[in-house]
Nanobody, 123 residues
C-alpha cells in the first residue's frame, strides 16, 4: 500500500505563488510517474501536471503551462508543484497521485491518491 500526503495549500492573492509538496511511501518511487490533479467545486477533476518516473518527461495542461512547474526528488520520495502567477480560476483541491507505470497520462492509470490540499486564490 502506498500513502501519499500533500501539503502547502493555502489562501493566496491573485498573482501570487505557492509550492505544493507530496510525500510518498514505498521503496520503488522512481519507477512510477507522478501527477498533480485538481478539482474545483462543481467541476470534474482535471489533470494539472505529470512527471515521468525518472523526471525526464513532463506534461502540463494548457491552463497552467508556463505558470506551473512539476518536479520530483526520487531520493526523498517527493514530488512538487511550483505554482506562479496564480489566478482565481486555479482555486481547487489539489491531489497528488502515483501512476501504475513510469509514464501515464489518463487519470485511470493513477492508482494511488492523496487526500488533497486546498488552494484558494483571492481576486
Amino acid at each position: 500500500q502506498v500513502e501519499l500526503e500533500e501539503s502547502g495549500g493555502r489562501l493566496v492573492q491573485d498573482g501570487g505563488s505557492l509550492r505544493l509538496s507530496c510525500s510518498a511511501s514505498g521503496r520503488t518511487f522512481s519507477r512510477y510517474a507522478m501527477g498533480w490533479f485538481r478539482q474545483a467545486p462543481g467541476k470534474e477533476r482535471e489533470n494539472v501536471a505529470i512527471i515521468s518516473g525518472n523526471g525526464d518527461i513532463t506534461h502540463y495542461s494548457e491552463s497552467v503551462k508556463g505558470r506551473f512547474t512539476i518536479s520530483r526528488d526520487n531520493a526523498q520520495n517527493m514530488v512538487y508543484l511550483q505554482m506562479n502567477s496564480l489566478k482565481p480560476e486555479d482555486t481547487a483541491l489539489y491531489y497528488c497521485a502515483r501512476a501504475t507505470a513510469s509514464w501515464a497520462f489518463l487519470q485511470s492509470s493513477f492508482e494511488y491518491w492523496g487526500q488533497g490540499t486546498q488552494v484558494t486564490v483571492s481576486s
